[in-house]
T-cell receptor, first 114, second 113 residues
Framework: ETGVTQSPTHLIKTRGQQVTLRCSSQ?????VSWYQQALGQGPQFIFQ???????GRGNFPPRFSGLQFPNYSSELNVNALELDDSALYLC?????????????FGPGTRLTVL | GDSVTQMEGPVTLSEEAFLTINCTYT??????LFWYVQYPGEGLQLLLK?????DKGSNKGFEATYRKETTSFHLEKGSVQVSDSAVYFC????????????FGTGTRLKVLA
């Protein structure tokens, strides 16, 4: 069974640029959630996708957007990067996205915005 | 709004000591509650969960009970080991509203031999 994978591992961008982060869900999972984790903080929920539809969103501006593909892999896009966007971005997959489901986390993508 | 509050770390204990990491929450409705753990150099993984009031989650000697009356989900272990050194996150999830999952800020545990 393949776990959750993310790419790239590290990324450096400059302010104003756009970035796309990728996530491959665990086999059999149709739900993916994305999180932003600043240094020393807990993960902050960005949004969740269930069967290719957005199924919940946290307090993030519209320049954070996502996609989920028919094979349940996912992308997180961030436009007009700001310095405060520097963080570890985590994706997590789960079986059905219910409130009782266990989430399986990937290793994360470390984004640095200069 | 909904929130999760964890005790500040770091927590430093000697091996075989008793561990408690406090977690309280504020939420409307009936959320599910989780403890996730992040070992050094590894990703977040589920430690235990409880999905309704009075449920007790347990795993690897860790326990936590969903207390609705005190809105708490404290993590306990009777005898910690060096291998338990990690960052522990309390979290809640709910199926409605804007914020679907909320994590605490994490508590770092260091166990000394």
């Amino acid at each position: 069974e393949t776990g959750v994978t993310q790419s790239p591992t590290h990324l450096i961008k400059t302010r104003g640029q756009q970035v796309t982060l990728r996530c491959s869900s665990q086999s059999g999972h149709n739900t993916v959630s994305w999180y932003q984790q600043a240094l020393g903080q807990g993960p902050q929920f960005i949004f969740q996708y269930y069967r290719e539809e957005e199924n919940g969103r946290g307090n993030f501006p519209p320049r954070f957007s996502g996609l989920q593909f028919p094979n349940y892999s996912s992308e997180l896009n961030v436009n007009a990067l700001e310095l405060d966007d520097s963080a570890l971005y985590l994706c997590a997959s789960s079986l059905e996205g219910g409130s009782t489901d266990t989430q399986y986390f990937g290793p994360g993508t470390r984004l640095t915005v200069l | 709004g909904d929130s999760v509050t964890q005790m500040e770390g770091p927590v430093t204990l000697s091996e075989e000591a008793f561990l408690t990491i406090n977690c309280t929450y504020t939420a409307t409705g009936y959320p599910s509650l989780f403890w996730y753990v992040q070992y050094p150099g590894e990703g977040l993984q589920l430690l235990l969960k409880a999905t309704k009031a009075d449920d007790k989650g347990s795993n690897k000697g860790f326990e936590a009970t969903y207390r609705k009356e005190t809105t708490s989900f404290h993590l306990e272990k009777g005898s910690v080991q060096v291998s338990d050194s990690a960052v522990y996150f309390c979290a809640l999830s709910r199926t409605s509203g804007t914020y679907k999952y909320i994590f605490g800020t994490g508590t770092r545990l260091k166990v000394l031999a």
